[in-house]
């Protein structure tokens, strides 16, 4: 059974930082890439960045790309998300995902899903 469990959020003023974590189930983690998606209220679901099984690549959203980092720790079997220079348009609820059999920020892509993290930044 694939289990996903995003823990991390909270609340910040722009400018600060804030490390995502998702604890994933063995079963999953060494073979699929893995994302972090977010989702704002009255907007759609978007991809925020990806990585390989092996860590080797990632691919982030352009709004994202320089102050978020995506890495994972295979030994742990976790998922991070540093995101740095916060911004209040990155208030969202956050999730990571994971079944994707290439690198993809598209949600259709990926069948397993965590329950979310809220991420709120204040001006």
């Known amino acids: 059974q694939v289990q996903l469990v995003e823990s991390g959020g909270g609340s910040v003023q722009a400018g600060g930082s804030l490390r995502l974590s998702c604890a994933a189930s063995?079963?999953?983690?060494?073979?699929?890439?893995m994302a972090w998606f977010r989702q704002a209220p009255g907007k759609e679901r978007e991809g925020v960045a990806v990585?390989?099984?092996?860590?080797?690549?990632?691919y982030y959203y352009d709004s994202v790309k320089g102050r978020f980092t995506i890495s994972r720790d295979n030994a742990k079997n976790t998922l991070y998300l540093q995101m740095n220079s916060l911004k209040p348009e990155d208030t969202a609820m956050y999730y990571c995902?994971?079944?994707?059999?290439?690198?993809?920020?598209?949600?259709?892509?990926?069948?397993?899903w965590g329950q979310g993290t809220q991420v709120t930044v204040s001006s």
């Open positions: 995902a994971t079944g994707a059999r290439f690198l993809s920020l598209s949600s259709a892509d990926y069948r397993y």
């Open positions: 063995i079963y999953m983690y060494y073979t699929r890439y």
């Open positions: 990585i390989s099984p092996s860590g080797d690549n990632t």
